[in-house]
């Protein structure tokens, strides 16, 4: 059975172990040009330093009408690559494999950056529409082509950035989901309808920049777990695989289901640990999957791991709240391997707030992260 110090081969690429770090916005660190600022550089390599083997950067916007505010962090425009290469330069440093999520937000689109457009006319989340009723537009076959170019355009500048490779934003509601989504596509063209014209949004965008990036880039999909069931999000994770995806992520989507949150008996994984659970059963042998949600504690990480549930875990708040857990974890494995040359690490557990104190307009009050910096 793997180990979660062992390395993995994600592609082509070796990374060094089997912990990694799940992109999670940080919405007051750039500035209105999008462009990557020193707090994003020591934010990224203080988890390299701790031992994280890969580091997913926040979700990073294609354009600038498809962010969560006027402050998201992007890779529009070339200017935004040289910020970028600092935070690749960084944490390679530290022996971290480093991937960037690329994202446009679609209809859920700030309305102080642009307009809500995505596959199809529908009502814009309240969130997003500021209370007022209002429908997306649908996006016409020249948009859509022009947004993957954009994602292709995006991939490029990370890579010229020194990044390993990119993940697509596939999940969460935003715009590849929403092409995913029966909910939010009602297209009969060939975007809509099948399964396989659903997933041809991202799978078009995924070939296009193998064609660009080369055989040895990383390609990864964050994508849903069940969009409306599993076994649906499976055949569309297949076309992202046959497309050229080398990595998946798996996490939660547009689909409303019973509490997530939930376990079933004898597993001591929530429902969407289960989704990249149910995933890894599938892909199997085929490409690496990994699984998100909770997990604040070593014992879960190794559970996951060491019974070859998943092939990588994705911490989120755990590491937000202490990126020493990577340390812990690390050592916790390597003690009950019988090492006995490596000691326990201490670290500061994710106090698992109701709402996350990390997230917009509560930055910094995060308090294990307080207790930390005492």
């Known amino acids: 059975m793997p180990k979660v110090y062992d390395p993995i081969i994600i592609n082509k690429t070796t990374v060094k172990n089997r912990l990694t770090m799940a992109p999670t916005v940080k919405f007051d660190f750039a500035g209105a040009d999008g462009k990557a600022t020193q707090k994003h550089i020591d934010h990224y390599r203080e988890r390299a330093e701790h031992g994280c083997g890969l580091i997913c950067v926040e979700a990073t916007a294609v354009t600038p009408d498809g962010r969560f505010g006027p402050i998201h962090m992007g890779l529009w425009d070339d200017s935004q690559i040289e910020g970028h290469k600092q935070i690749v330069d960084a944490c390679h440093k530290y022996g971290a494999t480093m991937l960037i999520q690329l994202n446009h937000t679609g209809i859920t689109s700030n309305p102080e950056c642009g307009e809500a457009i995505g596959p199809s006319a529908v009502p814009v989340p309240a969130y997003a529409s500021g ?9 016409t076959l020249d948009e859509i082509h022009n947004m ?11 890579q010229k950035a020194g990044y390993d490779g990119v993940q697509l934003h596939g999940c969460h509601g935003y715009l590849i989901n929403q092409f995913v989504s029966k909910k939010t596509n009602l297209r009969t063209d060939e975007y809509g309808g099948s399964d396989q014209n659903r997933a041809r949004f991202a799978s078009e965008i995924i070939r296009a920049i193998r064609e660009k990036c080369g055989a040895d880039f990383i390609i990864s999909v964050r994508t849903t777990g069940i969009e409306p069931d599993i076994a649906t999000a499976i055949n569309i994770a297949e076309e992202y695989v046959k497309a050229g995806c080398n990595y998946l992520q798996v996490s939660t989507g547009i689909e409303e289901w019973k509490d ?34 909770s997990i604040f504690e070593p014992k879960l990480a190794i559970h996951l791991i060491e019974n070859d549930l998943v092939d990588t875990i994705d911490f989120g708040r755990a590491i937000l709240a202490d990126p020493a857990i990577c340390e812990a974890t690390l050592a916790e494995s ?40 005492k």
């Open 148 to 158: 993957q170019n954009s994602f292709v355009a995006a991939a490029l500048r990370a």
């Open 334 to 373: 390597k003690i009950a391997a019988g090492d006995s040359t490596v000691s326990p690490v201490p670290f500061i557990k994710c106090f698992n707030c109701p709402r996350c104190q990390y997230g917009p307009g509560m930055p910094h009050k995060c308090p294990a992260k307080l207790k930390k910096d």
């Open 260 to 293: 997530p949150t939930l376990k079933e008996e004898g597993e001591p994984y929530n429902l969407i640990c289960k989704l990249g659970v149910r995933f890894h059963e599938h892909f199997k042998g085929r490409i690496p999957v990994s699984c998100v949600n």
């Open 131 to 139: 209370g007022v009723e209002k429908l997306s537009r649908a996006m």
